[in-house]
């Protein structure tokens, strides 16, 4: 049952602390997505991936947020340091894009719902 | 750039009976997809339905179905034969065809389903 896993998922932090959120989308999928939803804000975009290459991360606050992906099997989303404004669910989606469009679903994974006190 | 409009921050429906989920957008791209996600308690998203806009025929999806209005950018959601498993938050979503695959999310719908 191929799915996308998210690592931890539930995070209660101190303000000033580092935290990394981890997602491992599934095999084979090239395209990775990290989304942030707040009550304020509902969904958005922080950032994607392509081929392990950034596409686009306008939607993340340069100075503390920064997304990688080591491997193909490995997406990480790490704030440092954290603010309590950080709080909220965070999600990783994956898909498979070919070519230049893609009809192809999002997976989602579960969601870290992290706690900034 | 594309936004979603969802204009009923709550609805609620008998068990049984058939309740219609609003959605807008703006966009000035001919050819998109749009999709209902559902979100129940354990937050987990979960796709409900999808459209394509270059098909004329609304998607259907077991009790589920879609109202789409190209012209009127209105893609609403009916869910029939509603069931207490239906509870949750419905997020409508648009994505383009080209370019940035990113979803755009409408602020969500609470449904809650009476016994």
């Known amino acids: 049952d191929a799915r996308v896993t998210q690592t931890p998922r539930d995070k209660v932090t101190e303000m000033g602390q580092e935290v990394t959120m981890r997602c491992q989308p599934i095999?084979?999928?090239?395209?990775v997505f990290w989304y942030r939803q707040t009550m304020m804000q509902g969904l958005e975009l922080l950032a994607y991936?392509?081929?392990?290459?950034?596409?686009?991360d306008s939607g993340m606050p340069k100075d503390r947020f920064s997304a990688e992906m080591p491997d193909a099997t490995l997406a990480t989303l790490k704030i440092q340091p954290s603010e309590p404004r950080d709080s909220a669910v965070y999600f990783c989606?994956?898909?498979?894009?070919?070519?230049?469009?893609?009809?192809?679903?999002?997976?989602f994974g579960p969601g870290t719902r992290l706690t900034v006190l | 750039a594309q936004t979603v409009t969802q204009s009923q921050p709550e609805m609620s429906v008998q068990e049984a009976e058939t309740v219609t989920l609003s959605c807008t957008y703006d966009t000035s791209e001919s050819d998109y997809y749009l999709f209902w996600y559902k979100q129940p308690p354990s937050r987990q998203m979960i796709l409900v339905i999808r459209q394509e806009a270059y098909k004329q025929q609304n998607a259907t999806e077991n009790r589920f179905s879609v109202n789409f209005q190209k012209a009127a950018k209105s893609f609403s959601l009916k869910i029939s034969d509603s069931q207490l498993g239906d509870a949750a938050m419905y997020f409508c979503?648009?994505?383009?065809?080209?370019?940035?695959?990113?979803?755009?999310f409408g602020q969500g719908t609470r449904l809650t389903i009476n016994p």
């Open positions: 979503a648009y994505r383009s065809v080209q370019g940035a695959q990113k979803l755009v």
């Open positions: 991936f392509r081929n392990r290459a950034p596409l686009d």
């Open positions: 989606a994956s898909g498979l894009t070919t070519g230049l469009a893609s009809n192809n679903e999002q997976f």
């Open positions: 095999l084979g999928h090239n395209t």
